[in-house]
Nanobody
């Protein structure tokens, strides 16, 4: 059974940084980070392959966010720098059983409960 547990969210001022973690059990494969703000659709942020050699990012976060993984710790990270108020959302990690770096939520099979990120101006 796949279990995903996010942590690391919080409140930060614009320009600040946060690192989100996703503890993974019962699975090793493609992993993604998504976010959802109130009243908006869930948006793909970043995806990484099993070996950490292939990544893909949403245009809105390129150059500011970095996805990585530590297979020894079974943890996927999202380093978020230069945060903006529009980055405010609930952030979710998700497991993708099929290969491929798409950032569509319907392509992902298992989800965590989310961690809130709030960026103030």
């Amino acid at each position: 059974q796949v279990q995903l547990v996010e942590s690391g969210g919080g409140s930060v001022q614009a320009g600040g940084s946060l690192r989100l973690s996703c503890a993974v059990s019962g699975y090793r494969g493609w992993m993604g980070w998504f976010r959802q703000a109130p009243g908006k659709e869930r948006e793909g942020v970043a995806v990484i392959d099993t070996r950490g050699t292939t990544t893909n990012y949403a245009d809105s976060v390129k150059g500011r966010f970095t996805i990585s993984q530590d297979n020894a710790k079974n943890t996927v990270y999202l380093q978020m720098n230069s945060l903006k108020p529009e980055d405010t959302a609930m952030y979710y990690c998700a497991a993708k059983f099929a290969r491929g770096y798409v950032l569509r939520a319907d392509a992902y099979n298992s989800w965590g409960q989310g961690t809130q990120v709030t960026v103030s101006s």
